[in-house]
């Protein structure tokens, strides 16, 4: 299993469900590639201390976790992956580490082409929706596109006669169903809260506000994606 981190100068938004806002912001992505099956995970960090990194390993094994899948060994460059608190969570569950040289980032080659497409197929969508919709799309919304990318690309076909990555990682022949997939950044009808509560609204009144599209959201099915309101 390859790992590495994506940093950005530009900070990502953090988006919230409910709540007081938050002044977090994305600075980091730590990106995990399976070599086996070319499936990817995507964690996203307010910081790249070794709190938060472990904080993405954990994330990323409970997922795996749920497909049946147990992770044995990593590859991974210097950086936070070799600290303590990184270490002794790798040992404590009978895992293995092996590091690049110093300055042989090629070592690690699969992680680091996988941060290269993933960015330039989230530049692609984030430029794209800019261009359609400039006054509400910017680029603090590149958290999101990197997500869609990933989405994208995690549960397509690399071809007609072939699975798409997410199959080969669970080793199942079946497809997943991505009919709801709508495009990033592309504006999004929804239905008023009065509405959706089955409330009465005034007639000629608008039932529907406009939001932005951010792609599948983590948390529900594959049919409810995330909106920006």
Not at 16 to 30: D, E, P, R, Y
Request: charged residues 20%; contains cysteine; positive net charge.
């Amino acid at each position: 299993m390859a790992v590495d981190q994506l940093e950005s100068s530009i900070p990502g938004f953090k988006g919230q469900m409910t709540g007081k806002l938050t002044n977090q912001h994305i600075v980091a992505s730590t990106i995990y590639v399976d070599h086996a099956s070319d499936l990817s995970y995507v964690y996203h960090q307010t910081s790249i201390t070794s709190e938060e990194t472990l904080k993405s390993m954990l994330a990323f094994e409970k997922c795996a976790a749920s497909h049946g899948i147990n992770i044995k060994h990593y590859q991974a460059d210097n950086g936070r992956f070799k600290d303590k608190l990184f270490s002794k969570s790798i040992e404590e569950k009978g895992q293995t580490i092996s590091f690049c040289g110093v300055g042989a980032h090629h070592q690690n080659g699969i992680a680091e082409k996988k941060i290269g497409d993933l960015q330039r197929r989230a530049t692609a969508l984030l430029l794209n929706a800019q261009r359609r919709w400039s006054d509400a799309i910017n680029t603090h919304l590149w958290t999101y596109a990197i997500r869609a990318a990933y989405d994208s690309r995690t549960y397509a076909p690399t071809n007609e006669n072939d699975t798409c990555p997410m199959s080969r990682f669970c080793n199942t022949a079946s497809l997943p169903t991505i009919q709801n997939q709508y495009h990033f950044g592309c504006p999004t009808s929804m239905l008023q809260k009065e509405h959706q509560d089955h409330k009465k609204i005034r007639k000629w009144s608008d039932r529907t506000r406009i939001g932005i599209n951010l792609g599948y959201s983590s948390r529900h099915a594959l049919s409810v994606s995330l909106i920006l309101n």
